[in-house]
């Protein structure tokens, strides 16, 4: 799979094909957020020469939660308090992006759903507990 999360991932995507390269991935976006008030967004595709393919994931990733938003037929997100309110602040590409509360899970949560996009090919299996459709 491919990852852009910065201005050198956009130019040339990160390459991830094992666990211990996701644990890179991840420690290097939360490492891109160290000082500043909003953690980063991650954009990750299934095939590593086309930028274009689906299913892709948009992914924040913060020290100690995040979110992920699955771009596929249908859209599905994480999972957290379904009460929650508001919404959380994200960094995509220099820009504050507003994520719905109700979808910002802890980084655990976040590590689980990237780890099984990485080991199903892209296609995460339509029952995985971590995700909902999104409805809104």
Same mark, same amino acid.
């Not at 390269?21 to 490492?31: P, T």
């Given at each position: ?14 390459? +991830? ?33 086309? #930028? ?21 037929? #249908? ?34 949560? +976040? ?26």
């Amino acid at each position: 799979m491919r990852a852009v999360f910065d201005f050198e991932s956009g130019r040339s995507p990160l390459l +991830v094909s094992t666990h211990d390269e996701l644990s890179e991935l991840v420690a290097r976006v939360i490492a891109l957020s160290e000082g500043e008030t909003i953690p980063s967004i991650v954009e990750i595709g299934v095939d590593a020469e086309n #930028p274009y393919a689906f299913p892709a994931l948009q992914a924040g990733i913060g020290p100690e939660s995040g979110f992920v938003y699955e771009l596929w037929n #249908p859209s599905r997100a994480t999972a957290g308090d379904p009460e929650a309110g508001g919404t959380v602040l994200f960094d995509y590409s220099a820009h504050a992006q507003e994520i719905p509360a109700r979808h910002v899970v802890p980084l655990s949560t +976040v590590r689980s759903v990237l780890t099984a996009y990485l080991d199903h090919g892209g296609f995460i299996p339509a029952d995985f507990p971590a995700l909902q459709v999104v409805e809104d």
